[in-house]
C-alpha cells in the first residue's frame, strides 16, 4: 500500500512496499528539465544532473559516490526529461539508509567545483555532437522546434553548445536552489 508522508519543509515522500523482494529503490524526482529554462541557459537541468555525481559534503568525489554504492552492488543512474530530472539508486533493502543518505547529500549539496563543472561541460558537448550525428535525434528536436518555435518547449534538453559554455557557476547554483530546495 502506498504511503506518503509530506516533511515540514514541503518535501513530499512515497513509499511503495512491495512483498517477496529483497531490493529498495531510492527515487528522487524534480520537476526541471528544459521547458522550465529560459533561452539563455538552456541546458541547464542537464549539466546539474551531470553534476550531481561530481561531490558532495559527506561524498566529497565522483569516485567516493560510485565506490560507495558499487561496494553494496547498487545500480545507479540519472536522466533529465523536458519536465523532469531523475535520480535513481537500486540496492539491497538493508543499505535503504546508505542508498538513501547518498541521494539526498548529492541533490541537496552538490560541491559545483569549477573545475567539475569544465570537465561535465566537456562531456555535455560531446554528447550534443553525438545527437547532433544522429539523424533521428536531430529530425526529432528540429521537428519540435519547427513545432513549437523559440519557446521551451522547441528548445533541445541538453541544450547547445553556445548554451552550455555560458552556464556560470553561479548559474547553476540559482537552479539548484530554484527546482532542488522544497518550499518551507
Given at each position: 500500500m502506498l504511503k506518503k508522508l509530506t516533511l515540514k519543509n514541503g518535501l513530499r515522500v512515497l513509499f511503495f512496499p512491495m512483498a517477496n523482494t529483497q531490493a529498495v529503490t531510492v527515487l528522487f524526482l524534480t520537476q526541471t528539465g528544459s521547458k522550465f529554462e529560459s533561452s539563455s541557459i538552456n541546458g541547464i537541468s542537464h549539466l546539474l544532473e551531470h553534476l550531481l555525481f561530481r561531490g558532495t559534503r559527506k561524498f566529497p568525489g565522483s569516485s567516493i559516490i560510485s565506490r560507495r554504492l558499487d561496494e553494496i552492488g547498487g545500480f545507479y543512474n540519472a536522466s533529465t526529461s523536458k519536465e523532469v530530472?531523475?535520480?535513481?539508486?537500486?540496492?539491497?533493502?538493508?543499505?535503504?539508509?546508505?542508498?538513501?543518505?547518498?541521494?539526498?547529500?548529492?541533490?541537496?549539496?552538490?560541491?559545483?567545483?569549477?573545475?567539475?563543472?569544465?570537465?561535465?561541460?566537456?562531456?555535455?558537448?560531446?554528447?550534443?555532437?553525438?545527437?547532433?550525428?544522429?539523424?533521428?535525434?536531430?529530425?526529432?528536436?528540429?521537428?519540435?522546434?519547427?513545432?513549437?518555435?523559440?519557446?521551451?518547449?522547441?528548445?533541445?534538453?541538453?541544450?547547445?553548445?553556445?548554451?552550455?559554455?555560458?552556464?556560470?557557476?553561479?548559474d547553476l547554483r540559482h537552479h539548484h536552489r530554484d527546482f532542488f530546495v522544497p518550499r518551507a
Open positions: 530530472l531523475k535520480v535513481i539508486v537500486k540496492a539491497g533493502s538493508e543499505n535503504l539508509a546508505l542508498a538513501s543518505q547518498i541521494v539526498a547529500d548529492m541533490v541537496k549539496n552538490p560541491l559545483l567545483r569549477a573545475k567539475d563543472i569544465q570537465q561535465e561541460k566537456k562531456i555535455v558537448l560531446e554528447e550534443i555532437h553525438m545527437m547532433e550525428d544522429d539523424p533521428r535525434a536531430t529530425v526529432f528536436d528540429l521537428w519540435e522546434k519547427l513545432l513549437y518555435g523559440d519557446q521551451p518547449a522547441g528548445r533541445p534538453i541538453a541544450g547547445s553548445a553556445e548554451t552550455v559554455q555560458k552556464i556560470s557557476r553561479a
